[in-house]
Structures are given as structure tokens and as C-alpha cells.
């Protein structure tokens, strides 16, 4: 399993940002995928799944619609866009496979600051 993160940045509060995840190693489309991010000094935290064929998402309570995950099973990469950021989105972000939970990318750092 080998998982890519890119696009993050730095960005002003307000503005968006699209996080992309290229996979491989293993069937991508045959499995969900989960965003994560982690904030200096803070644990891990699932930010939103989707399922194998993206019919269905899950986000958490601090994103919700301001966020939006999507897939490509085609290119094999999962995205992330964020809208609408906070400082409080600060974080490294990274992407999972939900059944293969050990496997982490670099990840991608998103910062939000004026």
C-alpha cells in the first residue's frame, strides 16, 4: 500500500484548498477511504470516509458541510475540498484505507493563517 498526498498549502481564513491522494499497491476500488488530519500537539482525527464506489460519505461535526471527499477510481486518487478554512483546519493532512488502517502517506500540511 502506498498512499501520495498533495495540494495542501498555505491559505488565508475563507479560502479553499483541494487535497488530492494517489494510491496504489493494492485495489483501490474495491475499498473505502478516510481523510485524516493532525494538528500540532493533538491526536490523529478522522475528518471523512467514503465508500469504495463513492455513493456514500461521512464527515466529522468540525467540517461538515465545508468540506467534500470524493474519488476517481479510474486514477486511483482520493480529494479532499476544503472550504471556507479556519486556522483552526491547521493540520497535516492524510489519507487512509479504512480496512488497512497501518498505512499512513507523508501526509500533506494545510495552514490557514492571515
Known amino acids: 500500500v502506498l498512499l501520495v498526498e498533495s495540494g495542501g498549502g498555505l491559505v488565508q481564513p475563507g479560502g479553499s484548498l483541494r487535497l488530492s491522494c494517489a494510491a496504489s499497491g493494492f485495489s483501490f476500488s474495491n475499498y473505502a ?3 485524516y488530519r493532525q494538528a500540532p500537539g493533538k ?4 475528518v471523512a470516509t467514503i465508500s469504495s464506489v463513492g455513493g456514500s460519505t461521512d464527515y466529522a461535526d468540525s467540517v461538515q458541510g465545508r468540506f467534500t471527499i470524493s ?14 478554512l479556519t486556522p483552526e483546519d491547521t493540520a497535516v493532512y492524510y489519507c487512509n484505507v479504512r480496512s488497512f488502517p497501518g498505512y499512513w502517506g507523508q501526509g500533506t500540511q494545510v495552514t490557514v493563517s492571515s
Open 71 to 84: 474519488r476517481d477510481n479510474a486514477k486511483k486518487t482520493v480529494y479532499l475540498q476544503m472550504n471556507s
Open 43 to 46: 491526536e490523529r482525527e478522522l
Open 33 to 35: 477511504m478516510r481523510w
